[in-house]
């Protein structure tokens, strides 16, 4: 059973919007550890939200104002919503949680 699934991802111009969604299995859902990562090509993959202890926020300062970060702990689902999108948001976008399941990741690409 794969642990994560991402999805929503796709091409926008920038200045739009995607919702990703990252659906995990029961055993791999940690309500209070879960986060997104993104790799654009050539870099190393940073972090760039989660939710972690008593459903704390965080965000990379590229994307505070503009991704916002939740989940529905019934579907054991976590989600980025991405508003304002810029190119420089153009990569492959990853979930992680209880600190050690990966996802297979879901591309973002953003044209100017």
């Known amino acids: 059973q794969v642990p994560l699934v991402e999805s929503g991802g796709g091409s926008v111009q920038a200045g739009g919007s995607l919702r990703l969604s990252c659906a995990a299995s029961?055993?791999?859902?940690?309500?209070?550890?879960m986060t997104w990562y993104r790799q654009a090509p050539g870099k190393e993959r940073e972090f760039v939200s989660a939710?972690?202890?008593?459903?704390?926020?965080r965000y990379t300062d590229s994307v505070k104002g503009r991704f916002t970060i939740s989940q529905d702990n019934a579907k054991n689902t976590l989600y980025l919503q991405m508003n304002s999108l810029k190119p420089e948001d153009t990569a492959m976008y990853y979930c992680?949680?209880?600190?050690?399941?990966w996802g297979q990741g879901t591309q973002v690409t953003v044209s100017s």
């Open positions: 029961g055993y791999a859902y940690c309500r209070y550890d």
């Open positions: 939710i972690d202890s008593a459903g704390t926020t």
């Open positions: 992680k949680s209880c600190s050690q399941y």
